[in-house]
């Protein structure tokens, strides 16, 4: 396939899965009365038996068996597992309690915690304006506590857990079926524990509430694992600029749902708080764009052959 081919399919696989994390607002509301612990356990749990298929469907077993071999490679995608637990757990509070606007403030800050992770544990230096977008970023979260009365816990704890899942995923080179599988085979018992115990207690909505809403749990790992499968066939593909900048149609369907949908409320306060995050992004974008295409003529210049 043509260059020019291979990009378009790429952008489109990465719109696509951005685009279909944008809409997650508008799934999680349709599973209650389940609650959040039990929505997740139902995603682990639908998730693994999905992708067991497509490993099957793709003979991909050997990758996982290659995995789960290797000790190190095992330990991260443990760490990882739990970190996308817990931050699955926070999204599906946070959109079912009300704060979906907040949730979008937290992948809004992801990529500058991404940045921070950087510098904290590759050792990696950043560029005058990248620290002058870190700097912004922290301003607006001071804006907005000071509109709270409080931290706004959620969309920090979203952008840490899934900043830290990224830096796991960066550590391990497995290929994301592969790597899926891993992650959620490793906390399903306690999937299967929570659900067990919820339906024990009387508790549980999965089979009491209809054959629609067993249908829609189910339907929880299909919807967890094809985002992810799109995402890694964009990676793949196209620059990871392009990534960095497709990954903002995410937050920005986020906040639209939850302000034009939802109706929850944008004060003069919080909105100040959430165009401080995007000036520091446009700073941080605008500078990352500018190094790559420094880069870019720096290896063209490089590779041309030397004059005779």
């Known amino acids: 396939m043509p260059c020019v081919d291979q990009r378009r399919v790429g952008v489109a696989s990465g719109l696509a899965a951005y685009g279909l994390w944008g809409l997650f607002p508008l799934y999680f509301?349709?599973?209650?009365?389940?609650?959040?612990?039990?929505?997740?356990?139902?995603?682990?749990?639908?998730?693994?038996?999905?992708?067991a298929v497509l490993l099957t469907a793709l003979r991909a077993w050997p990758q996982v068996r290659a995995a789960v071999t290797d000790r190190r490679s095992l330990l991260v995608l443990l760490g990882a597992a739990v970190l996308i637990a817990a931050n699955w757990l926070v999204f599906v509070y946070g959109v079912n309690s009300g704060h979906v606007?907040?949730?979008?403030?937290?992948?809004?800050?992801?990529?500058?915690?991404s940045v921070l992770l950087g510098v904290v544990v590759f050792g990696e230096r950043l560029r005058r304006l990248q620290w002058l977008a870190v700097g912004t970023a922290a301003v607006a979260v001071a804006v907005l506590t000071v509109d709270h009365g409080r931290p706004p816990w959620i969309a920090l704890a979203l952008a840490v857990t899934f900043g830290l899942y990224g830096l796991m995923k960066k550590l391990v080179r497995v290929s994301a079926a592969p790597g899926l599988f891993v992650e959620t085979a490793l906390v399903v018992v306690p999937a299967v524990v929570v659900v067990t115990v919820l339906h024990a207690q009387g508790q549980g909505?999965?089979?009491?509430?209809?054959?629609?809403?067993?249908?829609?749990?189910?339907?929880?790992?299909v919807a967890t694992a094809v985002p992810l499968l799109l995402f890694a066939g964009a990676t793949r593909r196209i620059p990871l600029s392009t990534v960095g900048l497709l990954q903002y149609v995410t937050p920005l369907m986020q906040l639209a749902i939850g302000v034009f949908v939802y109706g929850e409320p944008m004060p003069p306060a919080r909105l100040a708080g959430f165009v401080i995050v995007w000036v520091a992004l446009a700073v941080f974008t605008a500078d990352s764009l500018r190094a790559a295409r420094a880069g870019a003529r720096r290896r063209a210049a490089e590779a041309a052959p030397a004059p005779v």
């Open 205 to 221: 909505a999965a089979g009491n509430v209809g054959p629609g809403h067993l249908l829609l749990l189910v339907s929880s790992g």
């Open 29 to 51: 509301p349709l599973l209650e009365p389940a609650g959040g612990l039990e929505i997740v356990a139902h995603r682990v749990i639908w998730s693994l038996l999905f992708v």
């Open 101 to 113: 606007v907040e949730t979008s403030l937290g992948y809004f800050i992801n990529p500058l915690v």
